[in-house]
Nanobody, 123 residues
């Protein structure tokens, strides 16, 4: 089970911090990730972290503005979002992969998903 929180309404240029914690079967993770889906668009990759190397991955659209971090032992991840833009408006989902073969940027490697948290950036 995944629990995401931290979404809300913010003005352009502002910041939000999303949190996601995993429990139960999802606790043994190899990677955790954030994806987002804007109205009328497909879900897209935002950021991920692979625990074994602590390597972070980012979509080009958020690089330099978003920072992923987390605590492997607690299976918790955070997404610090700074310099937010209206185009960042979306439902943000956290996801967990337990596969050693995971390609962290690809949605199909994540079988476990949280319920989503809404982020709205006003101009």
């Amino acid at each position: 089970q995944l629990q995401a929180s931290g979404g809300g309404l913010v003005q352009a240029g502002g910041s939000l911090r999303l949190s996601c914690s995993a429990s139960g079967r999802t606790r043994s993770s190899v990677a955790m990730a954030w994806f987002r889906q804007a109205p009328g668009k497909e879900r897209e990759f935002v950021s991920a972290i692979r625990w074994s190397t602590n390597k972070a991955y980012y979509a080009d659209s958020v690089k330099g503005r978003f920072t992923i971090s987390g605590e492997n032992t607690e299976n918790t991840t955070f997404l610090q979002m700074d310099s937010l833009k209206p185009e960042d408006t979306a439902v943000y989902y956290c996801a967990v992969s337990g596969s050693s073969m995971v390609i962290p940027t690809l949605e199909r490697y994540y079988p476990y998903w949280g319920q989503g948290t809404q982020v709205t950036v006003s101009s």
